[in-house]
């Protein structure tokens, strides 16, 4: 494309481009817009405008028109024609969109049609987007700056809107502090930006420190922000993600510095961190475990209003002490009835036995389960009883003990009752059980596009598994590498991989930067999501690739 030449053109296509990429992290609705424009510029793009103009008669108004509409049709064809020829040259990029293909060959042995096809709805940014963007001119270094600066704005924008959520919501579910997408795939975009980021603060590496300094400092407060809220979003893909990103990034960098003491010392030095989080770690877990030795025959028989209390060691623990030591359940429902709309005998709003969510809230705040408890508690804690917090850890903002406890809360129920629903790490567990269970069936091709969800729900109802009656978006394996063996056995399982591989290689991206963090991102995702199973998971993964890839000069 010719930007003399065709410069509306032109702007259109770096409009699109700037609209989709804001999008991804943002709005499916304008990631399906943005593709409609990037159409209207891969058929335009290359056709001789001047011929089309050039048949019109002023003669004949309404012949001129027609002949003006017959042309362009012939013109734009010939151009589609073309672009498909330029698109079939690029090896890398048919190789890459050919994902979509493995999913119209496993057309040919599936059973549900309507699942299949809406599958391949949802993957067909795989193939839209290197076409689209393998056959249009390549941004130039400041254009694409220019597209990756939109993105950090489009994700940073984001990211302060969840957090006004986050400030002012009376949930601690960080489900609900992303409203545009999945929290999972939010964090994917902000750890993409955070690495951005870091590239455009340590490329400059001349002039003096003080200009450097102040130039870079938004990006600086950007990032820190962007690491902050990570850990407010207590995403565990992307923290993991971006920690796993760091760890490669240090150890790469490192091991190609000149100066010894880096060098050697640098990789030392995260060894010592790593160690101190792993204690960090261990202590909290035995600290939640440790109870101070008690005797049952030395603690108060009555609440002050004279009933019983109910002694109980074999309740549960909650931060190092028993829930039920000192409960007292006429008293407790009487007091709860009076200041709440939720009966003490109903569900709160997370679905949870309201009874244990304020036992167990009441306990960590240290407060008997009787009468005087309920009435020590603010009206602003009798809402987050009602929605579902069962420890005043988890009302602390920044807090990492909240994401240990809740994760040993979930150890502990799958030991005692096999319970899985509502903790995602146990419910991963269980699926990737059910996911090699149907490998072990169908090695070879798998089960087919369509049938994924199918054989799942069999395969959990065969198993007993607690998750046999979950919601809809559970019957699948949450890792994409599962999914795809799964579906298309070992054999579209190598292909798979082939082709998110062969084209790093064959372009030299796999030593490009952005391509690398990006690529690096995406694998980490797939390990513990379905990254290809959402418009927003597939159109990150296909745009990202394609542009890093292809889109540059």
């Known amino acids: 494309m010719d930007s003399k030449k065709y410069p509306v053109l032109r702007l259109i296509f770096y409009f699109g481009m700037a609209l989709m990429i804001s999008a991804i992290p943002l ?81 040919l042995y599936t059973t549900d049609f309507n699942y299949a096809f809406k599958d391949l709805r949802t993957m067909l940014p795989l193939f839209l987007l290197p076409l689209f963007i393998s056959t249009i001119e390549g941004l130039d270094k400041k254009g694409f700056k220019n597209i990756m600066l939109v993105y950090i704005l489009a994700v940073t924008g984001g990211s302060l809107y969840s957090a006004f959520i986050w400030l002012t919501q009376t949930s601690i579910d960080s489900r609900d502090i992303t409203p545009f997408m999945s929290h999972i795939r939010f964090s994917l975009n902000i750890c993409l930006a955070i690495f951005t980021l870091w590239y455009f603060i340590y490329q400059e590496q001349h002039g003096p420190i003080k200009y450097i300094f102040k130039k870079k400092m938004p990006f600086i407060l950007i990032m820190i922000w962007l690491v902050v809220y990570l850990f407010i979003l207590k995403s565990m893909t992307g923290i993991m993600v971006f920690f796993m990103t760091l760890l490669f990034l240090f150890f790469y960098y490192t091991v190609h510095q000149q100066n010894r003491m880096i060098r050697y010392g640098a990789p030392i030095g995260a060894i010592i961190v790593i160690v101190v989080i792993i204690s960090y770690v261990a202590i909290t877990i035995k600290k939640y475990f440790h109870i101070e030795p008690i005797r049952i025959e030395l603690l108060d028989k009555h609440t002050p209003r004279g009933i019983p209390y109910f002694q109980d060691t074999a309740m549960g623990v909650e931060d190092g002490r028993y829930t039920g030591l000192y409960l007292c359940v006429p008293e407790l429902r009487e007091a709860w009835n009076r200041r709440s709309q939720i009966n003490y005998d109903s569900l709160d709003r997370k679905g949870q036995q309201l009874r244990y969510t304020l036992i167990r809230y009441l306990s960590s705040r240290d407060l008997r389960k009787d009468a005087d408890g309920v009435n020590s508690l603010t009206d602003k804690e009798i809402r987050y009883i009602e929605n579902g917090v069962a420890n005043i850890n988890d009302l602390k903002k920044f807090n990492p003990k909240t994401i240990i406890y809740q994760n040993i809360l979930a150890y502990l129920e799958y030991k005692k009752n096999r319970e899985v629903t509502g903790f995602s790490a146990l419910e991963r567990i269980e699926l990737w059980k059910a996911a090699m269970a149907q490998i072990k069936q169908h090695p070879l091709l798998g089960v087919g596009t369509g049938d994924l969800k199918t054989s799942f729900r069999k395969e959990l109802a065969r198993m007993n598994s607690p998750l046999q009656n979950a919601k809809e978006g559970l019957f699948s394996s949450h890792n994409q590498f599962l999914n795809i063996m799964v579906s298309f056995g070992v054999i579209g399982f190598i292909w798979f991989l082939f082709a998110l591989i062969y084209p790093a290689i064959k372009t030299g991206g796999i030593k490009d930067y952005f391509f690398l963090i990006f690529f690096i991102i995406a694998m980490l995702s797939m390990l513990t999501d379905d990254t290809l199973k959402t418009q927003a998971g597939v159109t990150f993964f296909a745009f990202f690739y394609s542009f890093f890839l292809f889109g540059r000069k």
Do not use: C, H, P
């Open 27 to 107: 709005s499916k609705y304008f990631m399906s817009v943005s593709q409609f424009i990037l159409t209207g510029v891969f058929l335009w793009d290359g056709v001789d405008q001047q011929k089309i103009v050039s048949n019109f008669k002023k003669k004949s108004l309404l012949a001129g028109i027609v002949r003006m509409i017959g042309d362009a049709i012939v013109e734009v064809s010939k151009n589609f024609i073309r672009k498909f020829r330029i698109f079939f040259s690029n090896r890398a990029a048919v190789i890459f969109s050919s994902i979509l293909l493995m999913s119209v060959v496993g057309l």
